[in-house]
């Protein structure tokens, strides 16, 4: 069974930093390229960012990028998302979401999501 | 960067049909996809490639994608099917994921 498991979120103070973590299992993960995608709670889908098989190829969101940094450790079958410089608009539910053979496909498994909330 | 339009909200009767716009500049050039998300649930991969249907997703589900509009078919609703529906491509030209606003479909 294929499963994304995220953590790491929290209430984090405007300017300050967290770092999720989607811990990956059911499937191959090396031979996937990977998505982070937020949600506003009531609001829509915003995608964040991918990152290829072997993290070759890396995209952001014009919202977060200079301020986040997306990795995986193939080896621990893990995908993280270091966010640094939070703002007030970045509370959201990050998923963590499996992409396919190119970062067009389809995004076919999402986690549950961990919740972000930037308060002071 | 590249936008996609979709109506907020649609009712539809159980056993109609429901049509589910996604407006975009030459979308027909583009693989589109979309997501169900249901109340307090993530969202599942519903159609990919405009028109395929993943493992699981019922036949009444289908996709189009042509022009400046991709589109969603639900054919007889079923109460189960109230969800929040997203369209979704890859913008080559920035190399950016792209949601739909999304549309809120209600069954009366």
């Known amino acids: 069974e294929v499963q994304l498991v995220e953590s790491g979120g929290g209430l984090v103070k405007p300017g300050g930093s967290l770092r999720l973590s989607c811990a990956i299992s059911?499937?191959?993960?090396?031979?996937?390229?990977m998505n982070w995608v937020r949600q506003v709670p009531g609001k829509g889908l915003e995608w964040v960012s991918f990152?290829?098989?072997?993290?070759?190829?890396?995209y952001y969101a014009d919202s977060v990028k200079g301020r986040v940094t997306i990795s995986r450790d193939n080896a621990q079958n893990t995908l993280y998302l270091q966010m640094n410089s939070l703002r007030v608009d970045d509370t959201a539910v990050y998923y963590c979401?499996?992409?396919?053979?190119?970062?067009?496909?389809?995004?076919?498994?999402w986690g549950q999501g961990t919740l972000v909330t930037v308060s002071s | 960067s590249y936008v996609l339009t979709q109506p907020p909200s649609l009712a539809v009767a159980p056993g109609k049909t429901a049509i589910i716009p996604c407006g975009g500049n030459?979308?027909?050039?583009?693989?589109v996809h979309w997501y169900q998300q249901k109340s307090g649930q993530a969202p599942v991969l519903v159609i990919y490639?405009?028109?395929d249907r993943p493992s699981g997703i019922p036949e009444r589900f289908a996709g189009s994608n042509s022009g400046n509009t991709a589109t969603l078919t639900i054919s007889r609703v079923e109460p189960g099917d109230e969800a929040d529906y997203f369209c979704?491509?890859?913008?080559?030209?920035?190399?950016?994921?792209?949601f739909g606003g999304g549309t809120k479909v209600t069954v009366l």
């Open positions: 979401v499996r992409g396919g053979a190119t970062s067009a496909a389809g995004l076919d498994f």
């Open positions: 059911g499937f191959s993960f090396s031979r996937y390229n």
């Open positions: 990152i290829s098989t072997f993290s070759s190829y890396i």
């Open positions: 030459d979308i027909g050039s583009e693989s």
């Open positions: 490639n405009d028109s």
């Open positions: 979704q491509l890859w913008d080559r030209s920035t190399n950016q994921g792209v």
